[in-house]
């Protein structure tokens, strides 16, 4: 039943980006739109994903990426990101660097299961860390090239100095910590089997 009940949260992010694909047409505002339709598209590919590979992900991995996209999704349509800068943009952070950290502790024990390679905690753990560092760095790299050569985006300039880039940096970092932090717990108590077996559905 928790699951079910963590799919139906995921569901009410899932329709709050689309309430805010709505209003940003009824507004006019169709740039907005269509940024706001791409992230509810994203929200689709994990059930894509686990429909064409036969697996069944966690909940809480279609929580934290409808999460994550909504945050993003609002911060641009509803003005968030100006309105409560700079506390939305960490917080979106948070959330997004939790959420790609998450995808990142998932996909090497699936890919460990599969190629066979036997990896032990510590290395599981570095590499979920150093994922959500990679992806962040990219992010950020990708926030000052739209800024250099476009201006910025539809929110303002991304970027606002070498302080709100490494307070993005920070708090990606911590929630890729987070959830290495869990990973710890996790196989204090589990093995590496116990999560590749209830995300690889039945065949």
């Known amino acids: 039943m928790k699951k079910e009940y963590g799919m139906y949260l995921a569901y009410i992010f899932q329709a709050l980006i689309a309430l805010n694909v709505i209003h940003a047409f009824l507004i006019g505002q169709y740039?907005?739109?269509?940024?706001?339709?791409?992230?509810?598209i994203l929200t689709l590919v994990p059930y894509i994903i686990a429909r064409k590979?036969?697996?069944?992900?966690?909940?809480?991995?279609?929580?934290?990426?409808?999460?994550?996209?909504?945050?993003?999704?609002?911060?641009?349509?509803?003005?968030?990101?100006?309105?409560f800068y700079p506390?939305?943009?960490?917080?979106?952070?948070?959330?997004?660097?939790?959420?790609?950290?998450?995808?990142?502790?998932?996909?090497?024990?699936?890919?460990?299961?599969?190629?066979?390679?036997?990896?032990?905690t510590p290395f599981i753990i570095?590499?979920?860390?150093?994922?959500?560092?990679?992806?962040?760095g990219f992010w950020e790299i990708y926030e000052f090239l739209i800024d250099t050569f476009f201006g910025g985006s539809m929110a303002g300039l991304m970027q606002h100095g070498n302080t709100d880039t490494m307070l993005d940096m920070i708090f990606v970092l911590t929630g890729s910590i987070i959830v290495s932090i869990f990973g710890v717990f996790y196989f204090r108590h589990h093995r590496k089997e116990d999560i590749t077996g209830s995300i690889e559905g039945t065949k």
């Open 53 to 83: 590979m036969n697996v069944n992900f966690p909940w809480f991995v279609y929580l934290l990426i409808a999460m994550a996209l909504w945050f993003h999704t609002a911060g641009y349509i509803q003005g968030y990101y100006t309105t």
């Open 126 to 136: 570095g590499f979920t860390i150093i994922f959500g560092m990679a992806l962040a």
């Open 31 to 40: 740039e907005l739109m269509f940024t706001g339709l791409l992230m509810f």
């Open 87 to 120: 506390y939305y943009d960490k917080i979106a952070h948070l959330v997004s660097g939790t959420t790609v950290a998450l995808l990142g502790f998932l996909g090497v024990i699936f890919l460990d299961k599969y190629w066979n390679m036997n990896l032990n």
